[in-house]
C-alpha cells in the first residue's frame, strides 16, 4: 500500500482541455512537493506546500493543499503537449525521520 | 553547471555478478539519496546520507550497500545482482533532509539483471 495516493494513473487528453490530478493519504504531512518527470530525466521541483489550505500558481499549473494536509491537488489550465510527463508528488513522513515518499505518480500525455 | 551525475546510463548484468553506481554533485549538499522507480511503484528510498561518513537505510535497503566519505559522491553497490534488481536508479542531493527544500536528480541508470 502506497502512503501517497495518486489519481488517475494515466490520463490522456487533447490540447486546450483541463485536468486535475490528485495525491491523497491517511497521513498529515509538515508539506508536499509536487514533481514533474520526463521520458530519461529525473524528476524536476515545480512546487512546495506548506500551510493547510494554500494554494499556489506556477504559470497555468495551480497546486492545493488540503485544509487538513493530507491531500493535493494539481490543475493545469489549457494544457500543452509539453505539459506531458509523469507527475509525482512527495511528503516527508514525520514519524520516520522525515524520509521523502513518493506517489507511484500520474503520466499525463497532451495531444495536438 | 553539472548539477547530479549518475554514472553509468544504462548497464546489463547477469545474476550475481557486483556492480557499483556512481553518483556525483557539485552543489555542495550535505544530503543525498538513492532511489530505484518501478512501474506502478514510484520512487522508492534505498540508502541516504546526511553528509559525509554518515549513511542509513530507507524504505527498501536490502541487497544494496552505501558509503559516503566525500561530500561530493555516494557510490550505491550491488553486492550479488538480482533480476529483482532490475530497476531505473536515481540519486538525488538537496540542502538538508525532508520535504521542505528542493531534490536535485541524476538522469538515472537503468538497471537489467537478466
Known amino acids: 500500500t502506497q502512503l501517497l495516493e495518486q489519481s488517475p494513473q494515466f490520463l490522456s487528453i487533447q490540447e486546450g482541455e483541463n485536468l486535475t490530478v490528485y495525491c491523497n493519504s491517511s497521513?498529515?504531512?509538515?508539506?508536499l512537493q509536487w514533481y514533474r518527470q520526463e521520458p530519461g530525466e529525473g524528476p524536476v521541483l515545480l512546487v512546495t506546500?506548506?500551510?493547510?489550505?494554500e494554494v499556489k500558481k506556477l504559470k497555468r499549473l495551480t497546486f492545493q493543499f488540503g485544509d487538513a494536509r493530507k491531500d493535493s491537488s494539481l490543475h493545469i489550465t489549457a494544457a500543452q503537449p509539453g505539459d506531458t510527463g509523469l507527475y509525482l508528488c512527495?511528503?516527508?513522513?514525520?514519524?520516520?525521520?522525515?524520509?521523502?515518499?513518493f506517489g507511484a505518480g500520474t503520466r499525463l500525455t497532451v495531444k495536438p | 553547471n553539472a548539477g547530479v551525475t549518475q554514472t553509468p546510463k544504462f548497464q546489463v548484468l547477469k545474476t550475481g555478478q557486483s556492480m557499483t553506481l556512481q553518483c556525483a554533485q557539485d552543489?555542495?549538499?550535505?544530503?543525498m539519496s538513492w532511489y530505484r522507480q518501478d512501474p506502478g511503484m514510484g520512487l522508492r528510498l534505498i540508502h541516504y546520507?546526511?553528509?559525509?561518513?554518515?549513511?542509513d537505510q530507507g524504505e527498501v535497503p536490502n541487497g544494496y550497500n552505501v558509503s559516503r566519505s566525500t561530500t561530493e559522491d555516494f557510490p550505491l553497490r550491488l553486492l550479488s545482482a538480482a533480476p529483482s534488481q532490475t530497476s531505473v536508479y536515481f540519486c538525488?542531493?538537496?540542502?538538508?533532509?525532508?520535504?521542505?527544500?528542493?531534490?536535485?536528480f541524476g538522469q538515472g541508470t537503468r538497471l537489467t539483471v537478466v
Open positions: 497521513s498529515v504531512f509538515s508539506s
Open positions: 546520507s546526511v553528509g559525509a561518513g554518515i549513511t
Open positions: 506546500v506548506v500551510t493547510g489550505g
Open positions: 538525488a542531493s538537496s540542502y538538508f533532509k525532508g520535504p521542505n527544500t528542493e531534490a536535485f
Open positions: 512527495a511528503a516527508g513522513v514525520l514519524y520516520n525521520n522525515n524520509d521523502m515518499r
Open positions: 552543489m555542495n549538499h550535505e544530503y
